[in-house]
């Protein structure tokens, strides 16, 4: 039988500054964590001697710390950190990320995040179908996904969005619905039509919208 290989340890970016409080914690638990093989690469650079790195990377407080595709700013344990560094390179710790984000109202963070590599957009499908994801974080959601109405990213989701409408819960349900109906994609009819007899009627209208959202586009003129 084959394993599947471990996800390799992240490689690490710190950015301190004299008379940060918090940047001398950060860095000893960092220091552990590259010890320990959780992390592979540690860089550590001063931003009294080097200020123009915090203006390439938009910095603006210390400790700042890129953590694999994670960027974490201010004090952060070391049970913390090496649950990040753990999670590195999975979508659940993509998702989890994201969530962090739109918890803290960074909206414009995911999404220039999701702009540099728009795969990562199906980490937020993890964040829909988790029954305690908070209402602001699935605000948020929405609006990335209504912004990325049409894209290639998204209909590539079709068939997981698909599997959703399949959930035991009906807002995932729903969900999946409308963000169906985004794909513009003909893939999603099918799904959509599945939801028609759906027992919750908020659904059954979703679906319908959905479909007729759909019915439009296939119809609309090319160009």
Not at 6 to 22: E, N, S
Not at 27 to 40: D, F, N, R, T, W
Not at 73 to 99: H, I, N, P, Q, V
Not at 107 to 114: G, N, P, S, T, Y
Request: proline share 5%.
């Amino acid at each position: 039988m084959t394993e599947t290989a471990p996800t390799a340890a992240p490689d690490a970016l710190l950015l301190i500054a004299p008379g940060c409080p918090y940047c001398a914690t950060v860095l000893a638990a960092l220091g552990e964590l590259v010890k320990s093989g959780a992390i592979a690469r540690l860089e550590v650079i001063n931003l009294a001697q080097r200020s123009e790195i915090a203006r390439s990377v938009g910095v603006r407080t210390v400790p700042w710390l890129r953590l694999g595709p994670f960027e974490l700013e201010g004090l952060r344990s070391l049970s913390e950190l090496k649950r990040w560094a753990e999670r590195a390179g999975t979508k659940e710790g993509m998702a989890d990320y994201f969530d962090e984000l739109l918890r803290d109202g960074k909206l414009e963070a995911v999404l220039e995040l999701l702009a540099r590599d728009p795969t990562q957009l199906g980490a937020l499908l993890h964040l829909i179908e988790r029954p305690d994801t908070d209402l602001q974080v699935r605000v948020g959601v929405s609006a990335i996904m209504e912004e990325y109405e049409g894209h290639a990213a998204l209909q590539d989701l079709v068939a997981r969005l698909g599997a959703l409408t399949r959930h035991k819960n009906a807002h995932v349900r729903g969900d999946a619905a409308h963000y169906l109906s985004l794909t513009h994609d003909p893939r999603a009819v099918f799904c959509l039509q599945s939801l028609r007899h759906d027992p919750e009627r908020q659904v059954r209208e979703l679906a319908a919208e959905g479909l007729a959202v759909l019915a439009l586009k296939d119809t609309a003129p090319a160009g």
